[in-house]
Nanobody
Framework: QVRLVESGGGLVQAGGSLRLSCAASGLTFSSYVMGWFRQAPGKEREYVAGIRRNGGNTYYADSVKGRFTISRDNAKNTVYLQMNSLKPEDTAVYYC????????????????WGQGTQVTVSS
């Protein structure tokens, strides 16, 4: 079966950095668009970043543009999210997701989801 497993979350001070990883198995990774989403308590799931199948195109929410970088290694079936200059408002559970269709920032277009990893940014 398809599995997406996130790692790399944790507690960090404002201004710090974290690198999230998402290891995929059970699917042809290079055939899927990958995305990162996040959800804070009491809020809706929010798109963070996306990357096309070959990694040639990346997309970001305005709130993270210039601070976060998404990348993928198709040989390792892994997608990454490098998060720099973290702010308290970045605190959330971060999810990676895989979409068989073309790129979208709509979570409903994604077919598979990981279990999430908590990121907490203290002020």
């Amino acid at each position: 079966q398809v599995r997406l497993v996130e790692s790399g979350g944790g507690l960090v001070q404002a201004g710090g950095s974290l690198r999230l990883s998402c290891a995929a198995s059970g699917l042809t990774f290079s055939s899927y668009v990958m995305g990162w989403f996040r959800q804070a308590p009491g809020k809706e799931r929010e798109y963070v970043a996306g990357i096309r199948r070959n990694g040639g195109n990346t997309y970001y929410a305005d709130s993270v543009k210039g601070r976060f970088t998404i990348s993928r290694d198709n040989a390792k079936n892994t997608v990454y999210l490098q998060m720099n200059s973290l702010k308290p408002e970045d605190t959330a559970v971060y999810y990676c997701a895989a979409a068989f269709r073309d790129y979208s920032n709509d979570y409903r277009q994604y077919n598979y989801w990981g279990q999430g990893t908590q990121v907490t940014v203290s002020s």
